[in-house]
Nanobody, 124 residues
Framework: HVQLVESGGGSVQAGGSLRLSCVAS????????MGWFRQAPGKEREEVAC???????RYGDSVKGRFAISRDYGKNTVYLELNSLNPEDIGMYYC???????????????????WGQGTQVTVS
């Protein structure tokens, strides 16, 4: 059973940056795709970023060019660099993992195998 624990959220001013971390424990070798979703107050959870087997990332339209995802297999950790933050980036950020499929289908939330508890990002 894979467990995902996020950290790194916080409150920043518009234009600032944050780095989120997601530490995975358990049979993480089975997780081909890992990534991030977010949910703003009163809105549905939306796609943010995905990384497949250490390759290049795939991003939601609202974060392209500003966010960057990476994966450190040695540390069982996925990172999300958030740059040029604005108030539209406010929300709870959730780490997610799937054992099958690629980033082409990662953002179908019903197919996600594991979810973290989330870390809050606030922009003022």
């Amino acid at each position: 059973h894979v467990q995902l624990v996020e950290s790194g959220g916080g409150s920043v001013q518009a234009g600032g940056s944050l780095r989120l971390s997601c530490v995975a424990s358990g049979p993480t070798y089975s997780m081909n795709s890992m990534g991030w979703f977010r949910q703003a107050p009163g809105k549905e959870r939306e796609e943010v970023a995905c990384i497949f087997n250490g390759g290049s990332g795939r991003y939601g339209d609202s974060v392209k060019g500003r966010f960057a995802i990476s994966r450190d297999y040695g540390k069982n950790t996925v990172y999300l660099e958030l740059n040029s933050l604005n108030p539209e980036d406010i929300g709870m950020y959730y780490c997610a993992a799937r054992s099958e499929g690629t980033c082409a289908t990662f953002f179908r939330q019903s197919l996600v195998d594991y979810w973290g508890q989330g870390t809050q990002v606030t922009v003022s």
